[in-house]
Each structure stands twice: as C-alpha cells, then as structure tokens.
C-alpha cells in the first residue's frame, strides 16, 4: 500500500512538472519562413510589428500599446503605408530611436542597404531593431548590405539570442552564393537565426553550417531557458515542412 502511494505520488509530480514545462511563459515569435514580415508577442501581450508589407498577412490586429517598426520605407516588402499610417501606436519608421514599455526594450540602430549608397535623410539606409523582453534579445537586420558590422553596432548586439537575417538578396548586394550574411551572423554568434530572405541553395548552406530546427508552424514560443547552446537555423513553416527531413531538422516543439 505504501509503495503504491509512493508510485502515485510520484507519477503525480512528474505530471505537474510536465504541465509546469509545457506552460513556461516566452516570448511568441510569428514568421512565415522566408519573409521579413514579423510579429513578436511579449508575455505581457504587447505585440511588435516588425517589416508589415502585406496587411492581410497580419496574424493578430493591433492595438493602442502595440509598437510598428520599419527597417526601410523605399521597398514595397517591408513597408505599406496604408498600414503604417494608421498604425495605432507607437512606431519607428526607418528611423533610430528608442521605445520602452512595460518589459520591453527597443532600440533602432542605423545600418547600410546596398555599401556605396548615400545615406537618408535620418542617417542610415537600412536600421537594425533590437527588441530586449523578457529575458530575450532579438534583432531584426531588415535588408542589412554592410560587409560587416561596425564596433558601435556590434557593442549593441552584443549577446544576441535571435537574429532573423537575410542571406540571398540581389537588392542590397547579396546575390545567390554570397557569404555576406553567413559572415555576418558568424560575427554576432546568435543563438537563433530566423532567415528573411533565403532560397534553396542558401538553406541548404545555412544547415551546413549551423544546426537545423524547424517548426510547421508560422510561429515559435522561445524563452531563455530554452534557448540552444551554440547557433542554430530554424525553419519555419512552409520551409519546416518541406526541408525538415531532407535536412535531417530537429523539431522545436513548441
Ligand atoms: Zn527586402
Ligand atoms: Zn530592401
């Protein structure tokens, strides 16, 4: 009898710390894969547009606490004005700048589109974001065309848990076979790389290199527990399901 309640007991506790692992609070991340529109949820629900091209691609619908960020207004895949102007609440438009809410911390950092190019009116031709929340640090890098990062940028990015990155793209000098993101990435060493702008030959590299995870879904929860030890590509939804197995991608599950 005593052992039996002892197994129960057991069991029973096991149970909870399952159900406790399953419900850890994180952060909620929404990509379609291969795309730079994006949508962070904090756990205290405020939500972060990042890159809003197309409005019917939106998951949740704003609101007044909610934060729109743009990493450059000249091309039609990060930035639709209709969007933008009637975004409900705070906002950085191809701009630095800083925003700070309860939990959350962003920073608007200028960088280059295409090197050569002269600068915009508000300094950079291309801006990286910072989003720190909950524990978390993400950057999103937009269509960055820089050979590398300068010190100030990288004093900034130092720690970095998610990068979501481009690494093909023919508009910020980053054709097909370049190393420029992969160089790139390999100078912040993220935890987590979510690409933007990728093909087939630029994922099979980026698996080659880094570790593959994927998820079918459009979204990811991550929190700093649960973050991988070295970097590591994820691939998320249609790219999950379609390269999960050929890449040999180990699923993120949750
Ligand atoms: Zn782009
Ligand atoms: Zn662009």
């Known amino acids: 009898m005593k052992a039996k309640i002892i197994i129960m007991m057991c069991l ?3 149970a909870i710390s399952c159900s406790k692992k399953a ?4 952060i909620s991340l929404f ?4 795309i730079p529109q994006t949508e962070i949820e904090t756990v205290s629900g405020t939500r972060i547009y990042i890159d809003i091209a197309d409005p019917q691609m939106v998951i949740k619908p704003p609101k007044a606490e909610d934060i729109l ?3 450059h207004s000249h091309h039609p895949d990060h930035y639709n004005s209709v969007f933008a102007d009637s975004f409900p609440g705070k906002k950085l438009i191809a701009e630095e700048g800083n925003i700070e809410t309860a939990g959350c911390k962003i920073t608007g950092i200028k960088a280059i589109h295409n090197i050569g190019d002269p600068y915009l009116a508000k300094g950079g031709t291309d801006y990286i974001f910072l989003i720190e ?12 065309g820089q050979e590398s990062f300068s010190d100030e940028q990288l004093s900034l990015l130092n720690g970095l848990d998610v990068a979501l990155m481009q ?4 508009y910020s000098g980053m054709p097909a076979g370049s190393d420029k993101g992969y160089n790139l990435i390999k100078q912040i060493q993220p935890k987590i790389i979510i690409p933007t702008h990728v093909q087939d030959a630029s994922i099979k590299k980026a698996c080659g290199i880094w570790k593959p995870y994927f998820s079918v879904k459009n979204g990811v929860k991550i929190t700093k527990d649960i973050l991988p030890g070295s970097t590591s590509f994820m691939l998320m939804g249609y790219n999950g399901s379609i390269y999960s197995k050929e890449l040999n991608a180990q699923s993120w599950d949750n």
């Open 31 to 34: 990509n379609y894969g291969s």
């Open 12 to 14: 029973l506790s096991a």
């Open 133 to 144: 929340a909950d524990g978390v640090k993400i950057a999103h890098f937009g269509d960055i």
């Open 23 to 26: 419900d850890v609070p994180g």
């Open 69 to 71: 960020l743009i990493t």
């Open 167 to 170: 690494f093909e793209n023919q």
